[in-house]
């Protein structure tokens, strides 16, 4: 049975730093894209940042280039977003990715889906 989970999220304030981490396992996901997206309270679900699985491409939702860096860990099945210089308007749900299409300013077809974990900023 393949799942995936996200740990590390909190409460930080304005400035502060926090890193995501989302285990997979169920199957080898070598081959798989990974990325995150967030969700905040009467929004849609939007792309954060994503990584490939073969030669290190990756992408980022304009607002947290500069800011968020996306990393994986083959051997571990684990995908990482470190976000630093967090803001208020980061405050979402984070849902990790598996599996997907990376395009030029999103990810699609998503195969399989975190639970999500809370990162709240304080201002």
């Known amino acids: 049975q393949v799942q995936v989970v996200e740990s590390g999220g909190g409460l930080v304030q304005a400035g502060g730093s926090l890193r995501l981490s989302c285990a997979a396992s169920?199957?080898?996901?070598?081959?798989?894209?990974r990325a995150w997206f967030r969700q905040s309270p009467g929004k849609e679900r939007e792309f954060v940042a994503a990584?490939?699985?073969?030669?290190?491409?990756?992408r980022y939702l304009d607002s947290v280039k500069g800011r968020f860096t996306i990393s994986r860990d083959n051997a571990k099945n684990t995908v990482y977003l470190q976000m630093n210089d967090l803001k208020p308007e980061d405050t979402a749900v984070y849902y990790c990715?598996?599996?997907?299409?990376?395009?030029?300013?999103?990810?699609?077809?998503?195969?399989?889906w975190g639970q999500g974990t809370q990162v709240t900023v304080s201002s």
């Open positions: 169920g199957r080898t996901f070598i081959d798989y894209n």
């Open positions: 990584i490939s699985w073969s030669i290190p491409t990756t």
């Open positions: 990715a598996a599996g997907g299409v990376i395009k030029s300013e999103t990810y699609s077809s998503v195969r399989y």
